[in-house]
Structures are given as structure tokens and as C-alpha cells.
């Protein structure tokens, strides 16, 4: 073999472990260290994080199911929403930001909505959740705004004349 091959070789074999081995041996050590302080930040999460299996209880599921026969096509019904979704507040208010905190904390457990002008007719809520002066709020903005207010008893029951009553006004 002559000096020019030898020469080009050696050149070869030096730039071969220049950009292919030493970047690969580098983005293995990098992938290596992902992948173990990645395992346990998940070890972390599945210990912290619980799931339920089931959104509703037993007796929510059936107060839905029979409100919903009650509203039957013409109304929605929405379960788990907040007073803020339900009640606009003007921008003008002193203490916006504090009012609107106070609202998202006022529990609604199911509103009944119109399907053609999405105008909420009726809430249905466990008065049981929510603070009494979160009650009192909530009974004064949907007054404001005309929207009828009905307690839930203890056992998720409501007499289903009186919400027949409520969709029919």
C-alpha cells in the first residue's frame, strides 16, 4: 500500500470516529439520562394521581336519568357546572376578579339549558355543598335573572311535578 492511501485511510478512519461514533456514543449517554429521570418522575405521578372510576354516584346517576326524561328533547341538561358559567358579570364591577373566584366556587349540580335559544331555564342543585352564603348568592343571581332555583334533599330527590312545573313556565 502506498504513503497517499495510507495517508487517506488514516484520514478516513479519524473523521469515521470524529462524526459518527463520538455523536453516537453521545446521544446514547443523553438518551441513558432521559430515560432514568424520566422513570421517576412517573413513579411519582401514578403514586400521587387517583382516578375514579365513576363520575356520578348511584343517586345522581338516576336524578339525571329521570331529569332528563322530564326535559325529554326540547332541554339539556348539564351536570357539575359552576354559578360562573351560568351568570355574566359586568367587567365594571369593583372586585371583578374576586367576585368571579366566588362564582366559580358556587356548585350548580345540574342546569337545564334550552336547545334553541341555549338560555338556561331551570338549576337543580344539593344545597348540601355549597356554604350558606354560597346558597344565598346563588338564589339572588338566578332570581336577578329570572332562572328558577330548586334544592335537592339529601338523597338527590325533588318532587317531579314541581320540576314539570318549573320547564313548563
Known amino acids: 500500500m502506498n504513503a497517499t492511501a495510507t495517508v487517506i485511510l488514516s484520514y478516513a478512519f479519524m473523521y469515521f470516529v470524529l462524526f459518527i461514533i463520538v455523536p453516537l456514543v453521545i446521544v446514547t449517554f443523553v438518551m441513558t439520562c432521559i430515560k432514568f429521570f424520566r422513570s421517576t418522575d412517573v413513579q411519582m405521578v401514578d403514586a400521587a394521581v387517583s382516578i375514579k372510576p365513576h363520575l356520578l354516584d348511584q343517586e345522581s346517576m338516576q336524578f339525571l336519568k329521570s331529569l332528563k326524561s322530564i326535559a325529554s328533547n326540547r332541554y339539556d341538561v348539564l351536570y357539575g357546572a359552576s354559578l360562573v358559567n351560568v351568570v355574566d358579570i359586568d367587567d365594571?364591577?369593583?372586585?371583578?376578579?374576586?367576585?368571579?373566584?366566588?362564582?366559580e366556587h358556587c356548585h350548580l349540580d345540574y342546569v337545564v339549558v334550552d336547545n334553541e335559544s341555549s338560555a338556561v331555564k331551570l338549576v337543580v342543585s344539593d344545597t348540601d355543598?355549597?356554604?350558606?352564603?354560597?346558597?344565598?348568592?346563588?338564589?339572588?343571581?338566578?332570581?336577578?335573572?329570572?332562572?328558577?332555583?330548586?334544592?335537592?334533599?339529601?338523597?338527590?330527590?325533588?318532587?317531579?311535578m314541581l320540576l314539570r312545573n318549573a320547564l313548563a313556565a
Open 92 to 103: 365594571s364591577i369593583k372586585n371583578h376578579e374576586e367576585v368571579q373566584d366566588f362564582m
Open 129 to 160: 355543598r355549597s356554604s350558606p352564603e354560597q346558597v344565598k348568592f346563588i338564589e339572588k343571581c338566578l332570581d336577578y335573572i329570572g332562572v328558577q332555583f330548586i334544592k335537592l334533599d339529601k338523597h338527590k330527590q325533588c318532587d317531579e
